[in-house]
């Protein structure tokens, strides 16, 4: 008895149903093994794991920017057992971009749950291009309208959109060069084959680190401590903040219960000393919300997006 009574307590407080007790913990990741999300993902599960005595299995379910892992769990079982490691893009931006063709609507058919991490975004260029300050390439770009260019991971990513925010509140012109994921686009902002890029500080800080990069900004005030002397991209076009985050979000019939047992074991987790040094040194900063605080912070910034994507135009590629 005292053996059942200990198994379902470390099920994360599922319905005390024998199909819900059969089933391990796990959060599903919608991108590749050793990227952001991944990174997250098990880092969470390892914590939560050491706080529980049961370790989720993180499951990468890969396809259409993250949907296909949102739309399984979306459609998955509501017992509490599953959660999607949900980002900033998927959850506030695919779903204001016209001509995105979605197989779910994150606002109804999920839950928040818990935010864990925050994601600087950092303003780079090429180390051996022309470019020392982040004003010398808002100055080239008044001088030359068109002809400074950035790289994005694609059309209506997060890099585009913050890209065509800067080129709004600075009052420039800049050409937005699409590519087929972070990676690619930080390769050709080395080569010099594009000026800049605004991105996951996750995406780049090795390259910053072994002086490929160039950080011209970072573009929120709290930033990291690893570059706390970048200068913040706020000051320099005053009301232009910027941050990426990575949460948990559930099926929408998980009940109340369930989500605010993932949200206390992930914030138990956030406090394992290993976990927030292995989280800053990619470049994010343990942060955590739970659902209330969350679920109006997806709001906040789904509205942000929307207005950002009706006003410089942008529709699906």
Same mark, same amino acid.
């Given at each position: 008895?005292?053996?059942?009574?200990?198994? !379902?307590?470390? #099920?994360?407080?599922?319905?005390?149903?024998? =199909?819900?007790?059969?089933?391990?913990?796990?959060?599903?990741?919608?991108? !590749?093994?050793?990227?952001?999300?991944? +990174?997250?993902? %098990?880092?969470? !599960?390892?914590?939560?794991?050491?706080?529980?005595?049961? %370790?989720?299995?993180?499951?990468?379910?890969?396809?259409?920017?993250?949907? $296909?892992?949102?739309?399984?769990?979306?459609?998955?079982?509501?017992?509490?057992?599953?959660?999607?490691? #949900?980002?900033?893009?998927?959850?506030?931006?695919?779903?204001?971009?016209?001509?995105?063709?979605? &197989?779910?609507?994150?606002?109804?058919?999920?839950?928040?749950? @818990?935010?864990?991490?925050?994601? =600087?975004? *950092?303003?780079?260029?090429?180390?051996?291009?022309?470019?020392?300050?982040?004003?010398?390439?808002?100055?080239?770009?008044?001088?030359?309208?068109?002809?400074?260019?950035?790289?994005?991971?694609?059309?209506?990513?997060?890099?585009?959109?913050?890209? !065509?925010?800067?080129?709004?509140?600075?009052? $420039?012109?800049?050409?937005?060069?699409?590519?087929?994921?972070?990676?690619?686009?930080?390769?050709?902002?080395?080569?010099?084959?594009?000026?800049?890029?605004?991105?996951?500080?996750?995406?780049?800080?090795?390259?910053?680190?072994?002086?490929?990069?160039?950080?011209?900004?970072?573009?929120?005030?709290?930033?990291?401590?690893?570059?706390?002397?970048?200068?913040?991209?706020?000051?320099?076009?005053?009301?232009?903040?910027?941050?990426?985050?990575? *949460?948990? #979000?559930?099926?929408?019939?998980?009940?109340?219960?369930?989500?605010?047992?993932?949200?206390?074991? /992930?914030? %138990?987790? +956030?406090?394992?000393?290993?976990?927030?040094?292995?989280?800053?040194?990619?470049?994010?900063?343990?942060?955590?919300?739970? &659902?209330? @605080?969350?679920?109006?912070?997806?709001?906040?910034?789904? /509205?942000?997006?929307?207005?950002?994507?009706?006003?410089?135009?942008?529709?699906?590629?």
């Amino acid at each position: 008895m005292r053996r059942l009574l200990l198994l !379902a307590g470390l #099920c994360l407080a599922l319905p005390v149903t024998a =199909s819900a007790q059969d089933r391990q913990p796990r959060i599903v990741s919608g991108f !590749a093994p050793g990227g952001t999300s991944d +990174l997250v993902s %098990r880092l969470l !599960a390892e914590g939560i794991g050491t706080a529980l005595g049961q %370790r989720p299995v993180v499951e990468n379910r890969t396809g259409a920017n993250g949907f $296909i892992a949102a739309e399984a769990v979306s459609r998955g079982p509501a017992d509490g057992s599953t959660v999607l490691q #949900c980002a900033m893009g998927g959850m506030t931006i695919s779903p204001e971009l016209p001509g995105a063709v979605l &197989p779910i609507d994150p606002g109804t058919d999920l839950v928040p749950v @818990a935010n864990v991490a925050i994601s =600087s975004y *950092g303003v780079v260029t090429g180390a051996r291009g022309p470019y020392q300050t982040l004003a010398q390439v808002i100055a080239a770009a008044r001088a030359r309208p068109g002809t400074i260019s950035y790289g994005s991971a694609g059309v209506g990513s997060a890099q585009h959109l913050t890209g !065509a925010r800067l080129a709004s509140m600075a009052g $420039i012109d800049l050409v937005h060069v699409p590519y087929r994921g972070a990676a690619p686009a930080a390769l050709d902002v080395i080569a010099g084959r594009a000026d800049l890029m605004i991105t996951n500080l996750g995406d780049v800080v090795r390259q910053i680190q072994g002086g490929e990069l160039r950080l011209l900004a970072l573009a929120d005030r709290e930033g990291v401590p690893e570059f706390a002397q970048a200068p913040r991209l706020p000051d320099i076009v005053p009301g232009l903040e910027v941050v990426g985050w990575f *949460g948990l #979000c559930g099926p929408k019939n998980m009940s109340a219960e369930s989500a605010r047992q993932w949200a206390q074991a /992930a914030e %138990r987790a +956030l406090t394992d000393a290993t976990i927030r040094r292995r989280m800053l040194e990619n470049g994010l900063t343990p942060s955590f919300e739970g &659902p209330e @605080a969350f679920a109006a912070r997806i709001a906040r910034e789904r /509205a942000m997006w929307g207005e950002t994507i009706r006003r410089a135009n942008i529709r699906a590629g």
